[in-house]
């Protein structure tokens, strides 16, 4: 049976390409977005928009009732680490009471599935690999925002009887094959995002915070996820806790690490030219993490198709170059 499906953050970076890849095969796509940092030239013409805040849980509740919603993705949230440790509170009533009051709209409905975007930062201080069972203990007030979220998703799922998955995203990047959509929103700090706003400038230059970590270079390394294949992620995972009847918490990145040099060097074999500059550690960056996902490919059975790196940032550099 074909799905009706409500994607919170639609309107966003990860949440378009989700819909991108879901209209393809789904008439009943619908998004709802405050536009809070999320952009109209992003929202699919194939699914239905709708303005609003996940917050209103009387508006949601008629959404969900009057299209007779069966599946939620949800994305909507505010993401930048360094200005949740600043506004505290504002990050509480979006990330954590937005996602309560979402769920709230829940009770009565045919809502038999949930996708939830978490982090791989619910983890906290990692030094390595890391799998599902690592208890989450998050260190930064974004990532405290995030557990929070999951554990209303938790919560609740018996009560309002639906099934979850729950996924964490390492770094995200890449933009879609079309290039109609990718990442616009710059305040975020994401390193592929700055290469690709420096790969269009005449002297690229890019700061690195930190060169004596405990790793190979000294500099942080990180796991990425192409977002293509992390909408492919969001597919799968929604036929296999609405098929299965059984919910699931999954690490999402390729399984590899990268140091911030590893990717400078990439970027200089691509582009040649970059000035690098090293700055102070960032409070919270933690040394190294990268995802184990051993439950991810055996679970949905998926296998990555952009993990080349060169690719991610071609990607992201053809986007940058259209906008
Ligand atoms: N980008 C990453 O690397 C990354 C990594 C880990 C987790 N995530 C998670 O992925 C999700 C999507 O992130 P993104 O990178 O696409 O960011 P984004 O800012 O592009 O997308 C978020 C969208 O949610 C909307 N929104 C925010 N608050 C809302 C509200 N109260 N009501 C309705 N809409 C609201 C925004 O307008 C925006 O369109 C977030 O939940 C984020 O925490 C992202």
Not at 78 to 106: D, F, P, Q, W
Not at 219 to 231: G, I, K, N
Not at 258 to 278: E, Q, T
Not at 289 to 304: E, G, Q, S, V
Request: aromatic letters at 10%; charged letters at 25%; one cysteine or more.
């Amino acid at each position: 049976m074909m799905q009706k499906i409500l994607i919170t953050g639609g309107a966003g970076y990860i949440g378009s390409h989700i819909v991108e890849k879901l209209v393809k095969t789904n008439k009943n796509v619908f998004i709802l977005d405050n536009l809070s940092t999320g952009f109209r030239r992003l929202i699919n013409k194939k699914a239905t928009f709708i303005k609003g805040d996940i917050a209103n849980t009387a508006k949601v509740k008629k959404i969900i009732n009057k299209n007779n919603i069966d599946s939620i993705i949800h994305l909507a949230a505010h993401l930048n680490v360094s200005e949740a440790e600043k506004y505290k509170k504002k990050y509480n009533k979006n990330n954590i009471r937005g996602t309560l009051r979402l769920i709230e709209a829940c009770k009565n409905s045919n809502i038999r599935n949930i996708i939830f975007s978490s982090s791989c930062s619910v983890y906290g201080s990692i030094n390595g690999s890391v799998d599902e069972k690592k208890k989450p203990n998050p260190q930064g007030h974004y990532a405290y925002t995030k557990y929070k979220g999951e554990q209303i998703i938790i919560k609740n799922s018996k009560k309002y009887n639906y099934q979850y998955a729950i996924l964490r995203y390492f770094n995200v990047a890449g933009a879609s094959d079309s290039n109609k959509i990718g990442e616009i929103q710059k305040s975020y700090g994401h390193l592929i995002k700055n290469l690709a706003i420096q790969s269009l400038k005449k002297r690229p230059k890019i700061s690195i915070f930190g060169n004596n970590y405990n790793t190979k270079d000294g500099t942080c390394v990180r796991d990425y996820v192409h977002v293509s294949d992390l909408a492919d992620i969001h597919i799968k995972s929604l036929k296999y806790i609405d098929t299965k009847k059984k919910s699931i918490t999954l690490n999402c990145g390729y399984g590899k690490g990268y140091s911030v040099l590893d990717i400078v060097n990439i970027f200089k074999k691509m582009n040649k030219r970059l000035i690098v500059n090293f700055a102070r550690k960032r409070p919270g960056d933690v040394a190294q993490i990268y995802a184990n996902i051993t439950k991810l490919k055996k679970t949905l059975k998926w296998k990555p198709k952009k993990n080349d790196f060169r690719k991610i940032l071609k990607s992201a550099f053809k986007w940058e170059k259209k906008i």
